[in-house]
């Protein structure tokens, strides 16, 4: 969600803080797949029933 001049906002309504420091809020993340099972996060996402982000890990 995008807010007055470009800054996002949390899901909270929380606007995020400004550049060069940390955010208020953190994204969830749903799952973390290996590179190797590239595949079955890609079936995930597109599953679209996904709660938060997939994390692929290098």
Do not use: N, W, Y
């Not at 809020?25 to 797949?33: L, M, N, S």
Request: charged share 20%; aromatic share 2%.
């Amino acid at each position: 969600m995008q807010g007055r001049r470009g800054a996002s906002r949390c899901r909270s309504g929380r606007r995020q803080g400004a550049l060069g420091t940390p955010p208020s809020c953190r994204a969830a993340i749903a799952a973390t797949f290996p590179l190797d099972r590239i595949a079955e996060a890609h079936r995930q996402a597109e599953g679209g029933h996904t709660q938060g982000k997939i994390v692929v890990t290098l």
